[in-house]
């Protein structure tokens, strides 16, 4: 079975600091694929990066990186100098090769970043 | 671009009732993936639908349906309302037929079940 794991509920930080958000997965499968989602109080999941599993490159993008390690499964997530407007629900999920349109979401990581 | 539209974006019903919720992908996606959220149970997949087809499915009842239209427009119905439906229902839109890439979510619907 498939499962992802966000172990931190909720974290609060102050601006400036930077933060990292754990994610752990587990999955029998070879080829899959990760991915992080933020979510705004709207409500609208916005895609942040999706990864396969044949890339373990890290990937830096502005203040995020990712950084996937497949012998801990895990795909953490970095924010560098964080602003308050990065406070907002994190999701980590996970997909089968072939199943794509069908996300296992971790149960998110509430980001406050206060001033 | 226009993104994913859902359509009613708050309802409330009582027990027993049922619903009918809509989503309208990206213009040119042809699948369309449901998911409903709760402060319980965290965002669970219910469906996704290609081509007016069912693609995948997941461990809801029956009382949870979809279909989608030949423009890949997409609804979903739940039939009979329990309290425990109340949920912000998020829809996604996905590119291509690869079906690995990203999704797009639309802002939801919320219903309450009262």
């Known amino acids: 079975a498939q499962k992802v794991t966000q172990a931190q509920t909720e974290i609060s930080v102050v601006e400036k600091e930077d933060v990292t958000l754990d994610c752990v997965y587990e999955t029998r499968d070879t080829t899959y694929y990760l991915f992080w989602y933020k979510q705004p109080p709207s409500g609208e999941l916005v895609f942040l990066i999706r990864?396969?599993?044949?890339?373990?490159q890290n990937e830096i993008s502005g203040r995020y990186s990712w950084n996937f390690q497949k012998s801990t499964s895990s795909f953490n997530f970095t924010i560098t100098a964080s602003q308050v407007v990065d406070s907002a629900v994190y999701f980590c999920?996970?997909?089968?090769?072939?199943?794509?349109?069908?996300?296992?979401f971790g149960q998110g990581t509430e980001l406050s970043v206060k001033p | 671009k226009a993104g994913v539209t859902q359509t009613p974006r708050y309802l409330i019903k009582t027990r027993g009732q049922q619903v009918t919720l809509s989503c309208s992908p990206i213009?040119?996606?042809?699948?369309v993936s449901w998911y409903q959220q709760t402060p319980g149970q965290g965002l669970q997949f219910l469906f996704e639908y290609f081509s007016e087809t069912q693609r995948n499915k997941g461990n809801f009842p029956g009382r949870f349906s979809g279909r989608q239209f030949s423009n890949s427009r997409s609804e979903m119905n739940v039939s009979t309302l329990e309290l425990g439906d109340s949920a912000l229902y998020l829809c996604a839109s996905i590119p291509g037929t690869a079906n690995t890439g990203e999704l797009f979510f639309g802002e939801g619907s919320r219903l309450t079940v009262l």
């Open positions: 999920a996970l997909s089968r090769g072939n199943q794509g349109g069908k996300l296992i």
């Open positions: 990864r396969n599993s044949f890339d373990e």
């Open positions: 213009s040119g996606h042809r699948s």
